[in-house]
């Protein structure tokens, strides 16, 4: 169905070019540093309950094992 010839000018075609005015392009960074900011606050937030999983494990640690002194890493 396809030629050499077709495969060849199918990979070997110019880039599209989009023109847009100044306003569009603004807007379009605007969004994407919207859609960014929230996606960082998704990972702050997942960081944030893994932290304080973690240190209900360590105070469950200390708990059950009372005789370990923190170190100064655990302060």
């Known amino acids: 169905m396809y030629t050499l010839f077709d495969d060849f000018f199918a990979y070997n075609r110019r880039p599209s070019i989009y023109v847009v005015s100044d306003s569009q392009l603004a807007e379009w960074k605007r969004e994407q540093a919207e859609k960014e900011i929230t ?37």
């Open 39 to 75: 996606e960082l606050n998704n990972l702050i937030d997942g960081h944030k309950s893994s932290i304080e999983r973690l240190e209900t494990t360590v105070g469950e640690l200390r708990k059950e094992y009372p005789l370990l002194e923190p170190t100064e890493e655990d302060a």
